[in-house]
């Protein structure tokens, strides 16, 4: 069996993997070594696509592939992740030290896999994943690069195992004008500031939050569009106003709205400074030690 990786850790089932769950998966190549070295690389990597979607039922929403790393977004049906990437990257890394004739790994150890559970950072997400090409300097538009499938979303393409239709849905009811809408958000963002999700796992978040202005002023559907986030910092910011919470209700809606907010990415210290507590006492309310 080919090396990809750290195999052990691969191996080990992720505990917070959820049937139904949408996820941005992101892997890369150890060092400085490449992933991709010519064409067919890309090909045969986009065939595996293909292959663990059949396998494993996934849906495909976007994936951009670069030279040293790769981006995936889909959706999981069944709690099979770890099964569906571990044959992804154990096939790649056979064909490609088999072609090479080389020994060692592949990828850089275990894949990261990041949660998109609102339909405003799934689409977020998408566009983050479309524009890093781009962004890596790799070409001179997003328009332009091949090895990814914006394609998909902005051109007359009949025939395709991406699922563009669950991110257009929430952009329009017709689906050209979800097109023209998607093609004009990507223009629109593509000069916001962008961190690598590889050296900073919250780059998505950061981009996000600069993007989500651009992308509510153009899409037709607006009523819940990052509705259940602004209620979150809504009911934060009652919280913050009130001098103590001391009863048992109060204190129950306050560890629901952490662990909510945990849930959608926010860090302990960044829900500490949006309450107004100190860390340890936000811990002490996720362990119930406060009552």
């Given at each position: ?18 049937a139904g769950a949408i996820y ?213 910011e009652i919280f913050m106003a ?7 209700e109060d204190k129950s809606a ?38």
């Open positions: 069996m080919e090396s990809i990786g750290n195999s052990k850790k691969l191996m080990v089932g992720r505990k917070d993997i959820i941005h998966i992101t892997q890369r190549a150890p060092g400085k070594e490449l992933l991709f070295l010519e064409k067919n690389d890309y090909l045969r990597f986009i065939f595996l696509i293909k292959k663990i979607k059949k396998d494993f039922n996934l849906h495909i929403f976007c994936f951009s592939l670069l030279p040293n790393h790769l981006h995936l977004l889909i959706k999981i049906e069944e709690a099979n992740l770890d099964k569906a990437m571990k044959k992804l990257f154990q096939s790649y890394a056979q064909y490609f030290n088999k072609k090479y004739q080389r020994k060692g790994h592949v990828f850089c150890g275990v894949y990261r896999a990041s949660l998109c559970d609102r339909d405003d950072y799934l689409i977020t997400a998408s566009i983050y994943i479309h524009l890093n090409s781009y962004k890596a300097n790799l070409i001179k538009s997003p328009f332009l690069y091949k090895w990814h499938s914006l394609d998909v979303y902005v051109k007359s393409v009949n025939s395709t195992f991406i699922d563009r239709k669950t991110i257009f849905e929430f952009l329009s009811p017709n689906q050209e004008r979800a097109g023209n809408i998607y093609k004009n958000l990507i223009e629109d963002v593509s000069g916001i500031d962008y961190e690598n999700i590889l050296e900073n796992k919250r780059a998505v978040k950061t981009f996000y939050e600069k993007a989500f202005n651009f992308i509510k002023e153009k899409i037709e559907n607006k009523t819940n569009f990052g509705s259940e986030l602004f209620e979150l910092e809504k009911q934060a009130k001098d103590r919470v001391s009863s048992v306050l560890r629901y709205l952490i662990q909510q907010l945990r849930s959608r990415g926010f860090s302990v210290s960044e829900i500490a400074k949006k309450l107004g507590y100190n860390r340890c006492h936000i811990y002490d309310l996720l362990s119930n030690k406060t009552g």
